[in-house]
């Protein structure tokens, strides 16, 4: 939790941006979610943009932001004897709210009397797009919309509103994303370290967890880690780690204050990379690199990421995988054979920062255009770059045979692609490669304290 000022300039902040709008803004926290039964929940999670402007992380509150008069107020219920039994005493809604600097506080069933009022005022009632089943079902009973009217009622104008507050991270959240970043170095040091053929692939998973864990935090989302790295995102983790392949981890942590990070490198079991495999990985770690040296304000991701794929393009060329002129081939969408998805995300509070909000919202709210351009269209993140975003850095090589076929079979890109000799490559799997960025004034640096190895010599002399 930050200091209340903190808290109370960021909504008088939204408020401002809305001045003149008129209503109330209404903000739903999330409730618990029960695993198997009521009592036995997944850890608790609260809704970023509440967290963001309220600062609570506990279930089952509410606040409301009257524009027309400025008042806020939190709802919430305290702990009564049987909740004591279980939890021990608690601060009561009052003393949290002091701490988030709100003075006006109601059980959370006064919510319903003040939204019913504002409607039969014809005041309209602003809210964000919900995305838990509980919210929607809690919005329903306020307000009786539709539960596939929901996304089309929320409020346009609160939405952007709050992304363009959340998009440029204070000093305060930059703090926290790099102590995110120590974290998830620790975790994926761990991993390295502890990585040797003859292991389950779960005994690694289960080690970064514990570190996260340890740490007071949490996993950022389910870690990624498979030696079947072709698949992009692979939760699977039953295989033993063999020598010659190449193992890809994608993890994070979050702060203890919602911030998150989002690391991936790829490892071979052996702590020796083939030489092909060398060849494939320093095409991908150069591609990182080139990004890293690129990204500053007055430029958008989208340039980024082409700047980075270039490099691909390039690399597969000299290994003749890929052939043509490379700005033609980037046009093409060549190299979306090979790198099937964008550069990078918004990071934040969310790992994939406030995609909740609408991702070409949050990507291109700035009026950036999303290409049609296969690759560069996943790009989640576009906008011209403002000092302050915070954006990952991850391309990828994937040899992925199934995609190979269906480009391969309808005669995409045959210009551009040597498809007789991908076929050594069925087995070869993949490689990503993924930093957390900061854009600063005159560029960008690294988040968390350490870089994790990032070259063959670096990732071969760390394993040793």
Partial sequence: MFSKEIYRSRRKALAASLKGKGGIILFLGNSEAPLDYPD???????????????????????????LDNGDEMLFGNDVDIEDIVWTGPMPVLKEKAEKVGVEKTAALCAVEKVVSEAVRGGRVVRFLPPYRNQTKIFLHKLLGIGFDEMGLRSDPELTKAVIELRIVKQDCEIAEIDAACNIGYQMHMSALKAMKPGILEQELVGLMEGIAISKGSMISFPIILSQNGETLHNHHHHQILTPGRLCVIDAGAISNTGYCSDFTRTLPPSGKFTPLQAEVYTIVSDANNKALATARPGISYQQVHLAATGVIVEGLKAMRLMKGNVDDALQAGAVGLFMPHGLGHNMGMDVHDMEDLGEDLVGYGDGTVRSTIPCLRSLRMGRTLKAGHVISDEPGIYFIPALIEKWESEGLCKDFINYDALKAFYTFGGIRLEDDLLITPDGCRLLGDKRLPITVPDVEAAMA
């Fill in 40 to 66: 036995n929940c997944y850890r608790f999670h609260q809704d970023s943009s509440f967290n963001y402007f309220w600062g609570l992380c506990e279930p089952d509150l509410a606040a409301v932001i009257d």
